[in-house]
């Protein structure tokens, strides 16, 4: 078992095992306006899937969902990019690899659920966003008879629930991701690719959403890149990349607490906050291109439907 683990959880508390329904809320109200607020994401997801993103989800994971299954001499007409040039060099006769699809699938989300992500200034929270588009995925890819998982995060894994399909299984992944009540309040994505690592055995996709402003990850990525064909989600609001000029602030950290007091109206001070996000930005661009993840990048209070529908195009032309 991993040390992180044996520190981080509390005796019985497993991310694998849900909470029933209505624990710790005693609340009909609050509960009557989360099912509103499902119901409302279920009802967007739908209409974007079916009449936008179900054929892309098709054209580019159905394309990437297949296993090795033969060789076979090549013939006129093949695609030339389908010659394996190993068997080639050994034996001086070109052969197609065949492949065949596998037909169950497995999408995986791993969704941070740290403080951050209901902290801001936007309309929207990070977190809101976060649930409408794993509703999205999720029943793009239930409606190709593939199964979804999650698993929520913050300091540590949170809340794990195992692949399945049908769209019941959709609606509580919505519900899991908005009713997020993390017991830790920072961000360690390198504890949580671990624990996915260790319990999906198979190869997935995996979408990774987060606004990713942390570090120390790549380890553990780089691991689980071996393991998943991996989707980065970034989701931001133009205040985590650039402070507003409004005189003296106090600031709060949300994960950790911390307050500072800062004149915004000073450049060197708003050069400094905006420098350490392209820092952060800059080491992880070099990390995911030297793996080859894909990045959506979204922003809260924009329409997205345009950026997945390029990000859905630009993959579709990739496996081609």
């Not at 179900?54 to 394309?63: C, I, K, S």
């Not at 606004?211 to 790549?218: K, M, Q, R, S, V």
């Not at 997945?308 to 081609?320: I, N």
Request: proline letters at 4%; hydrophobic letters at 45%.
């Amino acid at each position: 078992m991993p040390a992180w683990w044996r520190w981080r959880w509390r005796p019985g508390r497993d991310p694998s095992r849900a909470a029933p329904d209505g624990a710790g809320n005693g609340e009909s109200d609050g509960a009557t306006e989360l099912l509103r607020r499902v119901r409302a994401i279920e009802i967007r997801a739908r209409r974007l899937v079916d009449d936008l993103f179900l054929g892309e989800y098709h054209a580019v994971f159905r394309g990437r969902g297949i296993e090795f299954d033969e060789l076979r001499p090549y013939v006129v007409g093949d695609d030339v990019r389908s010659i394996d040039w190993k068997s080639y060099a050994r034996t001086g006769e070109p052969l197609v690899r065949r492949y065949r699809e596998d037909r169950d699938l497995t999408v995986l989300f791993a969704v941070d659920v740290s403080a951050s992500q209901t902290a801001g200034a936007s309309g929207q929270s990070k977190a809101s966003l976060a649930a409408e588009l794993c509703a999205v995925f999720a029943l793009a890819a239930i409606r190709n008879n593939d199964r979804a998982g999650l698993l929520l995060f913050a300091s540590g894994p949170e809340r794990y629930l195992r692949p399945a399909g049908g769209s019941i299984h959709v609606l509580r992944l919505v519900r899991e991701v908005l009713s997020a009540g993390p017991a830790t309040r920072g961000t360690d994505l390198g504890a949580a690719l671990e624990y996915l690592t260790g319990v999906q055995r198979r190869r997935a996709t995996l979408f990774i959403i987060s606004d990713f402003l942390t570090e120390g990850y790549a380890r553990a990525l780089r691991a689980a890149a071996r393991r998943f064909d991996i989707i980065a989600v970034r989701i931001r609001e133009p205040l985590d990349e650039e402070l507003p000029s409004a005189g003296v602030v106090r600031l709060a950290g949300a994960e950790d607490g911390a307050v500072y007091e800062v004149d915004s109206d000073d450049p060197a001070v708003r050069e400094a906050y905006a420098s350490r996000v392209r820092a952060i930005d800059d080491e992880r661009a070099r990390l995911f291109g030297e793996l080859g993840i894909d990045e959506i990048a979204i922003v809260t209070g924009e329409d997205y439907v345009r950026t997945l529908l390029a990000f859905f195009r630009r993959r579709a032309r990739a496996v081609a």
